[in-house]
């Protein structure tokens, strides 16, 4: 049973930057496509960012330019960086494997107001 920990988020003036963690106890971390999901209160779960076990990366158009996914396949754990941050970026934020969703984790809130 893989275990996802989020952790970094917090309470965060319009403009300002988090950097999230997620670690992830899955063996052959490496081999997997990682994503960075968020869900707002009422809305669904999006992929926001993803990056493949090779190191490229996509984003959603409403991220693009403001936030940068990475990962360390050493210490099993993918980051995002959030720069620039708006209102409604404002959700719980979730990491997980984009080919098939292992169990979530409990997510890491993300309040962005002033």
């Known amino acids: 049973q893989v275990q996802l920990v989020e952790s970094g988020g917090g309470l965060v003036q319009p403009g300002g930057s988090l950097r999230l963690s997620c670690a992830a106890s899955a063996s052959m971390f490496s081999i997997f496509a990682m994503g960075w999901y968020r869900q707002a209160p009422g809305k669904q779960r999006e992929l926001v960012a993803s990056?493949?076990?090779?190191?490229?990366?996509n984003y959603a158009d409403s991220v693009k330019g403001r936030f940068t996914i990475s990962r360390d396949n050493a210490k099993n754990t993918v980051y995002l960086q959030m720069n620039s941050l708006k209102p409604e970026d404002t959700s719980i934020y979730y990491c997980?494997?984009?080919?098939?969703?292992?169990?979530w984790g409990q997510g890491t809130q993300v309040t962005v107001s002033s």
């Open positions: 997980n494997n984009v080919q098939f969703n292992w169990k």
């Open positions: 990056i493949d076990r090779l190191g490229s990366t």
